[in-house]
């Protein structure tokens, strides 16, 4: 309804009024339905002149971290420093697994007990196996990093966007000692690949898995295994 239109009808009923001798206080206080239709009126009268102000609009909420359907990066970036702090609280399962690939025949073991020292970003990975050897890779964690996401499709209809399948990969230089130095030959280079599920903001609590590879010339191992709880 117009603006004008309203206006011609509030005239109308303010003369109709007058024409039979009354005022408008009693009228209101004599016929309570008319003043109610009166009131009905002036809401309108705001309604429609707010509209004519501020027209309605939808506004979509904004979700930074929230993952979209369909969704696939890869895509390398710098590590800062909140991301290095995230790194600090990852803590290692103490089981590591070796990959086995069909026919490999090696000294190396398939189980080994797991533990970690950092230093800032120097990290070593000391491998102990069912017969007691040690054996340790020791890298840095470099400054730049890939990092992987992708919507598998297998998360719940609704919500706020669909739980990826995350990696967070690191590679670079490494050096190692003990039983990995009888299998490598020449200058060895790894890379560590955390793997979890989330959204697009990183959080210590989505990685929950981890592989590291190693490689020199044409030698190549895989172990893979398990992250704790992060520290707090």
């Given at each position: ?7 011609q009808r509030v005239s109308a009923t ?45 506004v979509t909420p904004l979700c930074a ?168």
């Amino acid at each position: 309804m117009k603006l004008n239109e309203m206006n011609q009808r509030v005239s109308a009923t303010r003369e109709e009024i007058e024409s039979r001798g009354e005022t408008l206080p009693g009228f209101w206080l004599s016929t309570a339905g008319t003043g109610a239709l009166f009131l009905v009126i002036c809401v309108l009268l705001i309604w429609s002149a707010s509209a004519r102000i501020s027209p309605t609009a939808t506004v979509t909420p904004l979700c930074a971290c929230c993952a979209d359907e369909g969704e696939w990066y890869e895509r390398t970036e710098r590590v800062q420093t909140e991301q290095r702090a995230l790194l600090d609280r990852l803590r290692f399962s103490p089981k590591a697994k070796k990959y086995m690939s069909p026919g490999e025949d090696n000294d190396l073991s398939e189980d080994y007990s797991l533990s970690h020292v950092r230093a800032g970003r120097s990290w070593q990975l000391k491998f102990r196996d069912d017969q007691g050897r040690t054996g340790t890779i020791s890298f840095m964690i470099p400054v730049t990093a890939v990092t992987f996401g992708a919507d598998l499709h297998d998360s719940p209809a609704g919500g706020v966007g669909p739980s990826l399948y995350k990696e967070w990969r690191f590679s670079g230089a490494a050096r190692v000692a003990g039983i990995f130095r009888s299998v490598m030959s020449g200058p060895v280079q790894f890379r560590l690949i955390l793997q979890g599920r989330g959204n697009h903001c990183e959080n210590a609590e989505d990685y929950r898995h981890w592989t590291l590879q190693i490689s020199s010339g044409h030698s190549s191992h895989t172990f893979y295994g398990s992250l704790n709880d992060p520290a707090t």
